[in-house]
């Protein structure tokens, strides 16, 4: 592995609190990963990228900057990185999945909200993840109070630009939607002193669109009877990647997982044993290096097949229509693409639990797991709607809530245990 010290030294990092982290990430992702068997050999690539996960892209943004780029920091599915893209920037995603960070966050804010909220301030605040460190702005957006409060806090200590959110999706919402991502292209002007043309965000809008092709590529191999030929967490780490890689590279890689998971498809080779039951996943993000759900789930006799979360469906669901030719036009089409992610934080919300319908006769599953992160308010609220319909459907259901901490781990393998063989029955 390459040695990233200086680097980290030169983000004004803390070396010592980094190490720590460093210590334990290779062992636990052997653990969660490593040990599974008959993997896509596409993998490597996000494997690699694991191992690296400090180095090697932060050091391709270091390098975007050393020509004049800028890189934006987001927390959110919400905030349109077309616009970035189109101006010679860089988005990395930026919300903390570890429970590392956490403490650090807790100095900050209340103990008692939502871990990615306290995760991701801890790692700004800790100087222990390079992808804070490099961003030359945050970009925050009104979604749910934690973090719309958390960006107050962020913003106190660098430039952090926050999007109102509309709350529900009437067309005067859409259009106000529309007139934020306009005046979120001005200061992306501003910041990276490049004018916005017709042409450049028609092209960024290409790419983000393949981009969402190649993934959903991968998703749609997922939706095969009779033969699972990727791991959930696996796909759910191509996810996690995708939202910090660039996005070209993001494209053609997932695009080769996806050819070979088309061939595993015809040849018949299945990660897991016939019979496996199937899982869709839905909730609140798993931000890397959230694997825990996700392991103990196909570590208690059932695979998951699909994630309908911002982590997975909702990232590439609906394409934006490429073809305006005007900046105007442009900016309709991304409000109206965006506006179509059916997160809990609009209100009323049945696009999610239609959604969920759906994916769940798309994918062929036995049952769900509607899984949130404590103290998030807006996806608890949902549970018994959306338990509601399930069981309308003859869908079971499972809902859970919990943490980045390892201490309801087998409190939770007992309940998924219990459920997967309730399928079975
Ligand atoms: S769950 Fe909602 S607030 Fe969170 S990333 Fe997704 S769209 Fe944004
Ligand atoms: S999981 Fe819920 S509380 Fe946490 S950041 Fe997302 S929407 Fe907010």
């Not at 919300?95 to 991701?120: H, I, N, R, T, Y």
């Amino acid at each position: 592995m390459t040695d990233y010290r200086q680097m980290w030294t030169d983000l004004d990092m803390d070396l010592e609190t980094h190490d720590q982290l460093c210590a334990v990430l290779p062992a636990a992702f052997g653990d969660t990963y490593l040990s599974q068997e008959n993997r896509p050999e596409n993998m490597a690539f996000y494997d690699f990228v694991v191992s690296e996960i400090h180095g090697v892209r932060p050091a391709e943004l270091i390098e975007l900057q050393k020509e004049g780029g800028k890189v934006f920091g987001t927390f959110c599915v919400f905030v349109p990185d077309e616009v970035v893209v189109a101006c010679g920037g860089a988005v990395t995603g930026l919300c903390g999945g570890s429970q590392f960070w956490v403490p650090e966050g807790e100095k900050v804010l209340p103990s008692d909200m939502c871990p990615l909220v306290k995760a991701s301030l801890g790692a700004h605040f800790g100087k222990t993840c390079p992808y804070f460190s490099v961003a030359d702005m945050y970009v925050g957006e009104t979604t749910c109070d934690g973090k719309k409060k958390a960006y107050e806090i962020l913003g106190a200590d660098k430039r952090t630009y926050v999007m109102d959110m509309p709350q529900m999706k009437r067309p005067k919402d859409i259009e106000k939607w529309t007139g934020e991502i306009a005046d979120f292209a001005h200061e992306v002007e501003s910041v990276t002193g490049r004018a916005l043309t017709p042409e450049a965000l028609g092209a960024a809008i290409r790419l983000i669109n393949d981009k969402r092709r190649a993934l959903a590529r991968v998703f749609e191999a997922r939706k095969a009877e009779g033969c699972i030929p990727i791991s959930g967490k696996d796909a759910l780490l191509m996810m996690q990647i995708a939202f910090f890689d660039d996005p070209a590279r993001c494209a053609e890689m997932a695009n080769k997982l996806a050819d070979e998971l088309e061939q595993r498809i015809v040849d018949g080779v299945s990660v897991f044993p016939a019979g496996t039951k199937r899982i869709l996943v839905t909730g609140t993000p798993l931000a890397i290096p959230n694997w825990k759900l996700h392991h103990i789930i196909e570590t208690s006799g059932a695979a998951v097949v699909c994630e309908e979360m911002c982590t997975g469906t909702r990232y590439f669901e609906n394409l934006v229509d490429e073809s305006a030719d005007t900046l105007e036009g442009q900016f309709q089409a991304l409000s109206e693409r965006y506006m179509k992610n059916n997160c809990a934080c609009f209100t009323p919300n049945p696009g999610r639990i239609a959604d969920v319908v759906r994916m769940a006769r798309e994918y062929h599953v036995d049952g769900v797991i509607d899984a949130n992160l404590k103290f998030c308010t807006l996806y608890d609220v949902e549970k018994p709607s959306l338990a509601a319909a399930l069981e309308a459907e003859g869908i079971p259901c499972l809902a859970l809530e919990t943490d980045y901490t390892d201490n309801d781990a087998e409190q939770l393998r007992t309940r998924v245990g219990a459920f997967v063989e309730m399928l079975g029955e």
